[in-house]
């Protein structure tokens, strides 16, 4: 489960959204799944100005790469959205993957 929310928590009154806002909590993946955030527990990521916020467009970016994992995938994407944040966004995920998942193998 890929989630590019922004982690708001929906009952909280606010007009604005911002990186300093309370963001959800991190939950444990189940047995045999990831679940991949665009920014870390407790914190809110950015909407960035293009068509696409920061994860999804490094995420697009990256998915159709050929032979890497999923975690090597996400690696990627951690990297290329922490730099173009400045490091104020840090995409985490919760693993308990059993095996290599590929999503484009040879």
């Known amino acids: 489960m890929i989630l590019d929310a922004c982690r708001d928590n929906p009952f909280e009154r606010s ?7 309370n963001g959800l909590s991190f939950m444990n993946a189940p047995s045999g799944s990831l679940i991949a955030y665009a920014t870390s527990p407790g914190k809110t990521a950015t909407d960035g100005s293009g068509k696409n916020g920061l994860y999804t467009q490094a995420l697009l970016k990256n998915l159709s790469t050929p032979n890497i994992t999923v975690l090597e995938m996400f690696q990627r994407v951690r990297v ?3 730099k173009q944040s400045c490091d104020k966004q840090t995409p985490w995920e919760s693993t308990s993957l059993r095996g290599n998942f590929y999503f484009k193998a040879k």
Do not use: A, I
């Not at 007009?15 to 806002?21: F, H, P, V, Y």
């Open 15 to 21: 007009w604005t959204r911002n990186t300093k806002g």
């Open 80 to 82: 290329t959205v922490m």
